[in-house]
């Protein structure tokens, strides 16, 4: 995430960081924006720990973990593990775009919505990026779920007759 003001960048702030916290020193000073003065004029500002970035991390790891470990099995087993993916990738989706409307909002409310004619808040392409991975990987899943359910069904149809 890029903060930026007049196209000039301020602070940028990692995903990691956002899962983690950290503390932003910047050499501008900003009105309204409870960025505590130091010594050398310059101003800190902390970002706290965000729990639905934190939670988007977590579903990253255990959807990559779970597509390893949950491959073994029978095959009859293994077609709810696609649905179990899936739901994992739109879960993470949801995170990240429920994080980035909070962060919005928050950034808005702090300065008495005047950030939007000073600040500009730019997501990155790595948020873009996970986005677009964690929607690939829930319909994908969710797709060869529905796949291999049509042609159990089918199956069973033809053992049937």
Not at 36 to 50: A, F
């Amino acid at each position: 995430m890029d903060i930026k003001c007049n196209d000039a960048l301020l602070a940028e702030v990692n995903g990691m960081e956002l899962v983690t916290g950290t503390d932003l020193h910047n050499t501008v000073e900003l009105p309204d924006l409870k960025l505590k003065d130091i010594e050398s004029d310059e101003t800190d500002s902390h970002v706290d720990r965000n729990y639905l970035a934190v939670t988007a991390f977590i579903l990253a790891l255990a959807g990559l973990i779970l597509s390893f470990t949950l491959g073994s099995g029978k095959p009859d087993h293994r077609i709810g593990r696609e649905m179990f993916l899936g739901i994992v990738g739109l879960a993470g989706a949801m995170c990240l775009l429920i994080m980035k409307f909070q962060i919005e909002s928050k950034i808005a409310r702090e300065t008495y919505n005047v950030s939007k004619y000073i600040l500009n808040i730019e997501f990155a392409f790595g948020f873009w990026l996970t986005l677009i991975l964690f929607v690939a990987a829930a319909f994908l899943n969710i797709y060869s779920y529905m796949e291999k359910a049509r042609k159990s069904l089918d199956s069973n149809d033809k053992s049937i007759t």
